[in-house]
């Protein structure tokens, strides 16, 4: 894998990667090698880190503000997610064209960590843009989306937890899928943020990303934006709401999924947690981050 060592401490070339048990090498191998367009920008996070608010923002910025035209079409048809369709049909070959296909400018989503994304962005052309969010909030909210979608149907939340800190799954890798990209964050071509951050100052949030990728924004379009981006008008927008991705899951999972429906604009809250984990998990789920934050030598504060 051609990334720059001193960035990149971890030794990726030994790791087996499996998603779901399924070894996802040869797909790897394909994005490795992944042809670039000069425009295409990157949005990269981990699962439920607030990935769809921050793509939304960053499509319109990226289409000057058509609102119509998000309005009027799916936001993954607008904004693949890269690793989705391998996911469901194991086909390399067939995984990419969504990506392909896509009119300029392109806006990838992708959820791999830094290492195993196209070696081509190590050049630093194009633009990359990574939300972080508290492992606490963004598993609460990974628990609902999987009780939905099929994996987690039938399971407690308290279950879901305890098997996420022995869980050897990407996902679980937050601290260190956040950090390289922190480590990152002066780099010209590096936007990181956080979930957190965007909701304390959304308009702030629009601010940076705007002057990031060069375009500029007035007053009727931010008025616009922030109204279009809050979460009142996300929760009721159908083109946010993932209604593809129940569509696809829906013949690959528990044949119950879906029946118990959690919105995916769900609650969108800083520190939910606290009210739907007992104080014990809480612990449990806090000695395991404290413990990545220790190995990784950056604290919670920061990656906020
Ligand atoms: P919750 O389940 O905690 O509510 P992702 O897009 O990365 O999967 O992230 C989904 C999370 O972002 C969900 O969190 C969802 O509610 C939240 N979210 C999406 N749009 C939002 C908005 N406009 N404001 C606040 N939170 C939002």
């Not at 000069?38 to 990226?62: A, S």
């Not at 830094?114 to 628990?143: E, H, M, Q």
Request: net charge negative.
């Amino acid at each position: 894998r051609s990334y720059p060592t001193n960035l990149i401490d971890k030794d990726w070339s030994k790791r087996k990667i499996t998603h779901k048990n399924v070894n996802i090498q040869e797909f790897l191998d394909v994005v490795h090698d992944m042809e670039f367009r000069e425009d295409d920008v990157w949005i990269v996070t981990l699962p439920k880190c607030g990935t769809t608010w921050m793509q939304e923002l960053l499509w319109l910025l990226l289409n000057d503000c058509d609102f119509e035209g998000a309005l009027s079409r799916d936001q993954e048809l607008r904004s693949p997610f890269l690793e989705f369709k391998f996911y469901i049909t194991q086909d390399v070959e067939e995984s990419l064209k969504p990506v392909q296909e896509l009119q300029s400018p392109r806006l990838i989503k992708s959820h791999l960590a830094l290492p195993l994304l196209p070696s081509k962005l190590w050049l630093g052309t194009n633009k990359v843009i990574y939300v972080f969010r508290n492992p606490l909030d963004a598993w609460v909210s990974l628990y609902y989306h999987g009780v939905t979608t099929g994996p987690n149907y039938g399971k407690t939340l308290e279950q879901y937890m305890d098997e996420q800190v022995s869980s050897q799954e990407y996902v679980t890798e937050v601290i260190d899928h956040a950090y390289e990209f922190y480590q990152l964050r002066k780099e010209p071509w590096v936007f990181y943020t956080s979930f957190e951050r965007m909701k304390k100052d959304l308009r702030g949030v629009i601010n940076d990303v705007s002057t990031f990728l060069n375009k500029s924004v007035n007053e009727e379009q931010m008025e616009r934006l922030l109204k279009h981006l809050s979460f009142e008008e996300m929760k009721k927008n159908p083109t946010t709401n993932h209604l593809w991705e129940r569509a696809q899951h829906s013949h690959t999972t528990h044949k119950d999924a879906g029946k118990e429906k959690h919105n995916f604009v769900r609650r969108g809250k800083v520190n939910g947690y606290k009210d739907e984990l007992k104080p014990e998990q809480i612990e449990k789920v806090n000695v395991w981050i404290e413990q990545s934050l220790k190995e990784n030598s950056v604290t919670m504060e920061e990656l906020l």
